[in-house]
Nanobody, 124 residues
Framework: VQLQASGGGLVQAGGSLRLSCAAS????????MGWFRQAPGKERELVAI????????RYADSVKGRFTISRDNAKNTVFLHMNSLKPDDTAVYYC??????????????????WGQGTQVTVSS
């Protein structure tokens, strides 16, 4: 599976961005999808996860109420809507896919495929 992330950029604090990730797999609906991020000098961390049917989502505490993950299985795409952005959200954002995992357990070490990353920079 190839994952192509886009939509990053430079935004002022309080602003919004929408990230998109297009997947090459024709069986996209079989994958649990997620967004992760990595800031300079820090470990990669989970941001949000969405189940195969979109029935279940999970968020990092730091983004709850501000970010929304969604997917469109007909278009093989997963989105991350980011509102009320803060400078601490500055990072490279990666989309990811898990074949056999669950939305409840997917994490950095249980991901099968990674996208190339897209830079999000939030200025104060």
């Amino acid at each position: 599976v190839q994952l192509q992330a886009s939509g990053g950029g430079l935004v002022q604090a309080g602003g919004s961005l929408r990230l998109s990730c297009a997947a090459s797999a024709r069986t996209f609906s079989r994958y649990v999808m997620g967004w992760f991020r990595q800031a300079p000098g820090k470990e990669r961390e989970l941001v949000a996860i969405v189940s195969r049917s979109s029935a279940f989502t999970r968020y990092a505490d730091s983004v709850k109420g501000r970010f929304t993950i969604s997917r469109d299985n007909a278009k093989n795409t997963v989105f991350l809507h980011m509102n009320s952005l803060k400078p601490d959200d500055t990072a490279v954002y990666y989309c990811a896919a898990s074949v056999n995992g669950t939305a409840q357990t997917m994490g950095v070490t249980s991901t099968d495929y990674w996208g190339q990353g897209t830079q999000v920079t939030v200025s104060s």
